[in-house]
């Protein structure tokens, strides 16, 4: 089946622009986790929803991330006033939550900021 | 407490040979503990992953030592194969704090023939 699909791959973007990221889960997973990889920091978690609803937004860098859900299904995280250091490599991953714990990424966006 | 730590940064060995990557854990809340492999340009691909009340679980040639009283995991790759070169992540995450994996730094893998 169709896995974790994520758009767009790349995004070159001016500092100060916003941006928005968008990931479509696999489908009937009720879980989405967003991660950030960079060359400094890892993997890092940002925001987890279950649902269309976002429990734990702890990994939130700033308040120009913010993140929605809609439908139980697609997810968007928006950056806004885009950094520098927000340059990084923004991945989406889903699980039916529960019991099931493993969780699928998508390939990632790579957010450059110039 | 919320760090997982691993080694080696990197990793080279021969084709045939057993490629080992270690984790340590201090957060005994944890109770899942996957590995990730990644390849250049694409997302983490879950490998395997183990649960705390077995010490060891194998699929194919990789497979999971878990050492519950040590707090520590590894992943071992038995006959490496130069396609396995790539990075390896172990994570670690508890249903206490919604399943968010808490990743290690990586270890890049090359098996050379």
């Known amino acids: 089946g169709a896995g974790v699909s994520q758009s767009p791959s790349n995004k070159v973007t001016e500092k100060g622009k916003d941006v928005e990221l968008r990931c479509d889960p696999i489908?009937?997973?009720?879980?989405l986790y967003w991660y950030r990889q960079s060359l400094g920091q890892g993997l890092e978690f940002l925001i987890y929803?279950?649902?269309?609803?976002?429990?734990?937004k702890s990994g939130l860098p700033s308040d120009r991330f913010s993140a929605e859900r809609t439908g139980g299904s697609v997810s968007t995280l928006t950056i806004q006033r885009t950094q520098q250091e927000d340059s990084a490599v923004y991945l989406c991953?889903?699980?039916?939550?529960?019991?099931?714990?493993?969780?699928?990424f998508g390939p990632g966006t790579r957010l450059t900021v110039t | 407490q919320q760090q997982v730590k691993q080694s080696p940064q990197s990793l080279i060995v021969q084709k045939g040979g057993i490629s080992i990557i270690n984790c340590a854990y201090e957060?005994?809340?944890?109770?899942?503990f996957p590995w990730y492999q990644q390849f250049p340009g694409k997302g983490p691909a879950l490998l395997i992953a183990?649960?705390?009340?077995?010490s060891e679980k194998k699929e194919g040639r990789f497979t999971i030592s878990f050492n519950k009283s040590a707090k520590q995991f590894s992943l071992h790759i038995m006959d490496s194969q130069p396609g396995d070169s790539a990075t390896y992540f172990c994570?670690?995450?508890?249903?206490?704090?919604?399943?968010?994996?808490?990743f290690g730094t990586g270890t890049r893998l090359q098996v050379f023939p």
């Open positions: 489908s009937g997973h009720t879980a």
């Open positions: 929803f279950q649902g269309n609803s976002a429990p734990d």
């Open positions: 183990i649960r705390p009340d077995v």
């Open positions: 991953a889903s699980s039916y939550g529960g019991r099931a714990r493993e969780q699928y």
């Open positions: 994570a670690a995450s508890g249903t206490y704090n919604t399943d968010k994996l808490i």
């Open positions: 957060n005994t809340a944890f109770d899942y």
